[in-house]
């Protein structure tokens, strides 16, 4: 029930819209035939969720309630996982159930694998992994059966169990080295690290950067209609198969304004080289009106939450594997940017992909693989956002609407007479 109204009236034609507000926000449909016009939906809700709660103001993100910075702390990654796709964290019982029916799945088809074998040496790991994603639609022709609980929960821990399988995959392909399969004995970080890094037939995990892997999947877990949920929710909305719906959301993730940011941002630390240079590369950023990769955010306008946990991280990791020097151009360029006022006055602060890059490459990954690794900690969010959607009656497909600035009727002119 609509608690509040707002009253529009149309100056040109006199006519009187009475809109209901409701939750802070007007019902748009109500506004019939005048369009609401919102390019890249800044003030528009798409949908009612109850999964992720986020205040850009005050630099708050909770999943299902939880603040992050409890569950960055105690949460296991499967364990969260559990929470944002089921709404309740799980108890022994039933966390210890879901861990078997992911780990029963953790195997790809050997097809997947002379599928990605096809990829060039250097393909792009984000362009191998939407591929294969997409391409695990047509071994599981089932998943089309969105709208059966239980076949949703084969295909949620289908794609959870076998992203790491393919992502390690993919670190394998680009490297020329021969797949690991997936271990049972080993939990989901642990069995993700070994499928990419043992050589040989041997990996010596390190618990300290292991734990540092999942903190950072668990802070990437979830966060609202961000751009790829809300391609995941978009696609999905057509009633497609949830591994195309995904790999729509990988895609939009591979962007360098979103998660393809985290590597953008150590391709610019390269490029700034050492530390005295960061005065004068703020100074082009600011006079050509460009970008500093891996900061400011559409809704946190004071600091994002995950980017200070990250700092914590990035101490942890970098205890064991040494300080990256680029670590010094990073901190340097956070202090000046936030003592200028061009970044103050536009409310820029460091977002999730500032830290995090650095962290993967102490890790070992590449730099264009660090976007695969955001994409295994969203992948928990995009499934949940999906099945919300799928199962939300107010749902239908999306479909915008559009202000027509093209050609009034012309007639079609024979080529020869143009
Ligand atoms: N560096 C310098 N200036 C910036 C930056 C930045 N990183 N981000 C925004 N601005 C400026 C814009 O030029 C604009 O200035 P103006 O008002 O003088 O024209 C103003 O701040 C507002 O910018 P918008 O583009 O309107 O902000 P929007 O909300 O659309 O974009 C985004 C948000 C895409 C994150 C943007 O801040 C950006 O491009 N950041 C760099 C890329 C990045 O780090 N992306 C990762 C985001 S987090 C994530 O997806 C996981």
Redo the contacts with the bound molecule.
Sequence with gaps: MADESLTIIDNRTGEQYTVPVQDGAIHAPELRRLLSYDP?F?NTATCRSAITYLDGDAGILRYRGYPIEELAANAGFLETAYLLLEGELPDAEALARWQDDVRYHTYVHESVTKFLEGFRYDAHPMGMLLGAVGALSTFYPDAKAIDDRENRYLQRVRLIAKLPTIAAYIFRHAHGLPYVLPRNDLDYIGNFVNMTFEIGGRHEANPVLQRALETLLIL?AD?EQ???TNAVRSVGSSRVDPFSAVSAGIAA?YG???????E??LRMLDAIGTVENVPSFVAD??KD???????????YKSY?PRAALIKDVAHAVFGETGVDPKLEIALELERV?LEDE??VS???YP????YSGLIYKAMGYPTDYFTVL?ALGRLPGWIAQWEEMITDPEQKIARPRQIYTGEDLRHYVPVGER
Excluded at 256 to 262: D, E, I, R, V
Excluded at 351 to 354: A, E
């Design positions: 890249a800044l990437h966060h961000n751009c790829s993730l360098p304004l979103h998660g393809g940011a985290n953008a941002v950023v600011k009106h460009g970008r500093l990769m891996g900061f400011g955010h559409r809704i994002d940017a061009y970044f536009r409310k820029l977002n999730v992909d500032f955001f």
